[in-house]
């Protein structure tokens, strides 16, 4: 079954305590992203990548780091996590379209708590 | 800079009324614009999606024209169904210089039977 699965599902931890979410995709897509979301702000890109080792920012990407040593992995790393950070946060990727961007293929989600 | 803009909501309906999600966007060049949708407890899936000016998307009875003119890709169905509550979100996807998406705030529908 095609599927972006991200891990944890949910996580509640302090301040400051490095944590990494995972994201992986099974459909050999190369473009692959990383957004939160937030009550009123819909959704906002914080990474992107368009292939292995190729990553830009999206529009939040302050308090973040991502990584694509591989084609199906892109996770997310909070060095320093503070509590303006507890959010929801989707991975997705798509295909690259030669000219036109592909629809993209969505995570279940996870839930972040920094308290 | 480029950005989508939704309709608020909550947007509530009774069943078999007809729908419009308003979106208009801004973006230089030429986005492709796209409707996902949100149960809960779920993440997005792909509605439908445009690719050029006049195109127009539809999917399970949703429909949206990309109107270059007005900048907009507004969502209709004829006849909502109480399935079909959910979080709209209309976005565009940037193809020249970056390959940026940006999203709308999402519009919320409940549709009571």
């Known amino acids: 079954e095609a599927q972006v699965t991200q891990n944890p599902r949910y996580l509640i931890t302090v301040t400051g305590k490095k944590l990494t979410v995972t994201c992986s995709q099974n459909?050999?897509?190369?473009?692959m992203s990383w957004y939160r979301q937030d009550p009123g702000l819909g959704l906002r890109q914080i990474y992107y990548s368009m292939n292995v080792e190729v990553t830009d920012k999206g529009d939040v990407p302050e308090g973040y780091k991502v990584s694509r040593k591989e084609k199906r992995n892109f996770p997310l790393i909070l060095e320093s996590p503070s509590p303006n950070q507890t959010s929801l946060y989707f991975c997705?990727?798509?295909?690259?379209?030669?000219?036109?961007?592909?629809?993209?293929?969505f995570g279940d989600g996870t839930r972040l708590s920094i308290l | 800079g480029d950005s989508v803009t939704q309709m608020e909501g909550p947007v509530t309906l009774s069943e078999e009324a007809f729908l419009t999600i308003n979106c208009t966007y801004t973006?230089?060049?030429?986005?492709?614009l796209f409707w996902y949708v949100q149960y809960p407890g779920e993440g997005l899936q792909l509605l439908l999606k445009a690719t050029k000016a006049d195109d127009k998307g539809s999917n399970k009875g949703f429909e949206a024209t990309y109107r270059k003119e007005t900048t907009s890709f507004h969502l209709e169905k004829g006849s909502v169904q109480v399935s079909d509550s959910a979080v709209y979100f209309c976005?565009?996807?940037?193809?020249?210089?970056?390959?940026?998406?940006?999203f709308g705030t999402g519009t919320r529908l409940k549709v009571l039977a």
């Open positions: 976005a565009l996807s940037l193809t020249s210089g970056t390959y940026k998406y940006i």
């Open positions: 973006a230089t060049g030429y986005p492709s």
């Open positions: 997705a990727s798509s295909p690259m379209g030669r000219e036109r961007a592909q629809p993209q293929h």
């Open positions: 459909m050999n897509h190369e473009y």
